[in-house]
């Protein structure tokens, strides 16, 4: 899961911090109201961008009324006029928080843009003033510290915990000073957030490679073609092909360009985007890592890692850092025997040189067609985005007994957005999924979930149930050729259902600890372990159809799919773990005299982990969003391989019982996807499994042991 994951922890304390003083404007904001559509999935073809600046001022207002009357409660402090208070203030700010931050990631404009540069400092400032009210921290901590004479169960411990724990992390210990100082931090972060995210989008839209002569195309499948000549035509360029960094484009062209010079050129345009001329992140990079510095510090923590791993499961960088050394050894030593195998290819074809980066992708499938024969191209008729849809669909009715029904006219941000209701096996709505699926340039790279709205329990006893999306990057349909997923794409496809899942079958009782408001490094576990269902042979049989014939992908693709299963792990590993492993090191600078050389930095980390020169980061630092585009990922990218670990040792145990039994779906559904953080997520974990997991399930997965 890529991208921007708001928890529950983090939108209750928005809701909380944000909301509203009413200036209301001759035509109605829908922000301003309880939604009156049906399970309230926001007016979208009701809300204009002239809604958005006022219904935050509301909301802030609001907010602020809500958390004075908290404060101003001359009763005791209790669970009901506290916390479940602070869950439920702040209404509008909710509202237009949740649809705002959720359509700039996916369908962006300069318009909203210059909104975001308004109202994202406000939010910082009201997150800050929110956090550190000493008022109110007084009636939190209070809770916190009698939680157990005033006999309150463990799901409230936990809301009590999570928000004294957000107070605490966000200075509500500190002094008059330091507090002070520290909300001009978060301010000053805020904005420095907003600049790297609008370099990189301009930087990735800015490249392109015009190619004029078709013969630069061969090896090119003809979907990708036939987009990048309209994208050319789009563009003024009739008769030319224009290749974009989107990700539909780029992969493809480094898998099966057989020119490689321009693999070369495509590979370098990516790993060189915002690194130079106006859209420079690294003046950016430089700024946030000091800045991130004093903010530790100033919380009492050496360092960001630190900061950053104390609240979740690994505790302590350190032990973020054991955790990728354990695997780093067998990944080299995979990627190793990989790049043997594809110069193999490269010398009995002639080739006269040595692989590179940008061959990786297109040797690693030569290698593929070679060992398993099995070719990619051949295999992309069968996954047909809609096919692979019924398919994530299938899967959570046989593993979890919901069904899903399409919303054709409910409201939308977007006309490729498809919105459904979910149903249990007695006909009852349990939540509202919405999909985005396809690239466009108002679209930020990468894949992600989130929650327009939490679930959670009224005070009467009555459910709010979730609405939660999907938004991708696979290419668009291009005239009678639907689209087309890779593997990849398939297995990202259902890694963001996980996270849906997550959120849609939410059953905890508060919204402070529902849904994903979980551990950073516990939230990918059902995202990746439901990854394993996409290539099981009985699920593929329903669902992977050929999408002109509809015939049913054979037996001996199936076959070969699950042999090469592994095939290229060493370099998918490596390049995620020395991405993490960098992040983690960025975090624990504890002090920068002067800009910091981010190229030298990078390559310092190479030489000290002695990563093979034929693989590079995941992402260098200038369009590393997930640690440099907010705070959501950083010091924390190494929790995907850590909620690996959880993922590879919780599927065995699927494999041992039956990849759909039914006891074990259900003991997964209700002690993983159902509870959200109303327990510690170990104990959670191994009320499913039955013991704390192993790195050597990893190892053992990739057959790397």
Same mark, same amino acid.
């Given at each position: 899961m890529s991208g921007k994951l708001l928890t529950i922890a983090a939108s209750a304390l928005l809701t909380v911090a944000v909301t509203t003083s009413c200036n209301m404007q001759k035509k109605e904001n829908p922000f301003l109201n309880e939604y009156t559509t049906e399970f309230d999935i926001p007016p979208f073809d009701q809300i204009e961008a002239e809604h958005y600046l006022p219904a935050f001022e509301a909301g802030i207002a609001q907010a602020k009324a809500d958390i004075d009357s908290i404060v $101003?409660?001359?009763? $005791?402090?209790? =669970?009901? %006029?506290?916390?479940?208070?602070? @869950?439920?203030?702040?209404?509008?700010? @909710?509202?237009? $928080?949740? !649809?705002?931050?959720?359509?700039?990631?996916? @369908? %962006?404009? *300069?318009?909203? %843009? /210059?909104?975001?540069?308004?109202?994202?400092? #406000? +939010?910082?400032?009201?997150?800050? *003033?929110?956090? #550190?009210?000493?008022?109110?921290?007084?009636?939190?901590?209070?809770?916190?510290?009698? /939680?157990?004479?005033?006999?309150? @169960? +463990?799901?409230?411990?936990?809301?009590?915990?999570?928000?004294?724990?957000? =107070?605490?992390? %966000?200075? /509500?210990?500190?002094?008059?000073?330091? &507090? $002070?100082?520290? /909300?001009?931090?978060?301010?000053?972060?805020?904005?420095?957030?907003?600049?790297?995210?609008?370099?990189?989008? &301009?930087?990735?839209?800015? =490249?392109?490679?015009i190619v004029e002569d078709s013969a630069r195309l061969a090896g090119i499948p003809a979907t990708v073609v036939a987009n990048a000549y309209e994208e050319a035509k789009a563009r003024g360029e009739e008769g030319k092909w224009a290749f974009t960094l989107h990700a539909p484009c780029r992969l493809p062209v480094l898998q099966y360009a057989a020119d490689r010079d321009l693999r070369r050129e495509m590979y370098n345009g990516y790993a060189s985007q915002a690194s130079s001329g106006e859209n420079n992140n690294i003046p950016v990079i430089n700024e946030i890592l000091k800045t991130r510095i004093e903010k530790a510090q100033v919380l009492g923590f050496p360092n960001y890692a630190a900061y950053m791993t104390e609240n979740v499961m690994a505790k302590t960088p350190e032990n973020a850092i054991?955790?990728?050394?354990?695997?780093? &050894?067998?990944? +080299?030593?995979? +990627?190793?025997?990989? !790049?043997?195998? #594809?110069?193999?290819i490269v010398d009995a074809e002639g080739g006269n040189f040595k692989i590179e980066p940008w061959d990786y992708y297109y040797y690693a499938d030569k290698v593929r067609i070679k060992k398993y024969d099995l070719d990619e191209s051949a295999i992309a008729p069968y996954f047909a985005v809609d096919s692979v849809r019924k398919g994530i669909f299938s899967m959570a009715e046989r593993l979890y007994g919901v069904t899903f029904r399409e919303l054709p006219d409910a409201p939308k941000y977007h006309p490729d957005v498809n919105v459904y209701e979910v149903l249990d096996t007695a006909g009852n709505h349990v939540a509202v999924f919405m999909t985005d699926y396809f690239t466009r340039a108002s679209k930020r790279q990468g894949a992600w979930m989130n929650n327009i709205k939490m679930s959670y329990f009224n005070a009467d006893g009555t459910e709010e149930r979730p609405i939660v999306y999907n938004v991708c990057n696979f290419a668009k349909p291009n005239g009678d050729t639907p689209s087309l997923l890779s593997l990849d794409d398939v297995a990202t496809m259902f890694h963001e259902f996980g996270h849906g899942l997550h959120g849609m079958l939410s059953r905890a009782p508060y919204k402070s600890i529902s849904c994903t408001a979980v551990d950073r490094d516990f939230v990918e576990l059902p995202s990746q372990i439901t990854e394993h269902w996409a290539m099981q042979p009985s699920l593929l049989r329903e669902y992977a159809r050929h999408y002109q014939t509809g015939e049913v992908i054979p037996d001996d693709l199936i076959e070969k799919i699950a042999a090469a299963s592994a095939h290229n792990a060493g370099f998918n590993l490596a390049e995620r773990l020395a991405a993490s492993y960098l992040d983690l090191k960025y975090g624990l600078i504890e002090k920068m005299d002067g800009d910091l050389d981010v190229a030298a930095f990078e390559q310092q980390i190479v030489d000290e982990l002695g990563m093979p020169k034929e693989v590079q980061y995941r992402y260098h630092s200038p369009y590393f969003k997930h640690i440099f585009g907010s705070d959501g990922y950083a010091s924390g990218y190494y929790t995907y391989t850590w909620a690996e670990v959880l993922d590879k040792d919780g599927f065995e145990l699927f494999k041992e019982r039956g990849i759909f039994d039914p006891a074990t779906a259900q003991s997964f559904k209700e002690n993983i996807l159902e509870a959200g953080n109303t327990e510690d997520p170990m104990t959670l974990y191994v009320r499913f499994r039955g013991h704390e997991p192993s790195a050597d399930a990893v190892l053992r997965h990739y057959g790397l042991k």
């Open positions: $101003a409660n001359p009763e $005791a402090p209790t =669970f009901e %006029n506290t916390i479940l208070a602070l @869950d439920n203030s702040g209404a509008i700010l @909710d509202r237009v $928080a949740n !649809v705002f931050y959720s359509i700039i990631e996916a @369908d %962006n404009s *300069e318009e909203l %843009n /210059a909104i975001d540069e308004k109202v994202s400092p #406000m +939010v910082s400032k009201h997150q800050s *003033e929110f956090t #550190m009210n000493d008022g109110l921290f007084q009636r939190v901590k209070y809770l916190y510290d009698n /939680a157990d004479s005033l006999g309150y @169960d +463990v799901p409230q411990k936990r809301a009590i915990e999570s928000y004294y724990k957000s =107070f605490v992390r %966000n200075g /509500a210990l500190l002094d008059a000073e330091n &507090k $002070a100082r520290l /909300a001009e931090i978060n301010l000053k972060l805020t904005d420095l957030y907003l600049q790297f995210n609008k370099n990189l989008l &301009k930087a990735n839209n800015e =490249f392109v490679i054991n955790l990728l050394l354990q695997l780093w &050894k067998p990944t +080299v030593q995979r +990627v190793n025997e990989e !790049v043997v195998e #594809m110069q193999a």
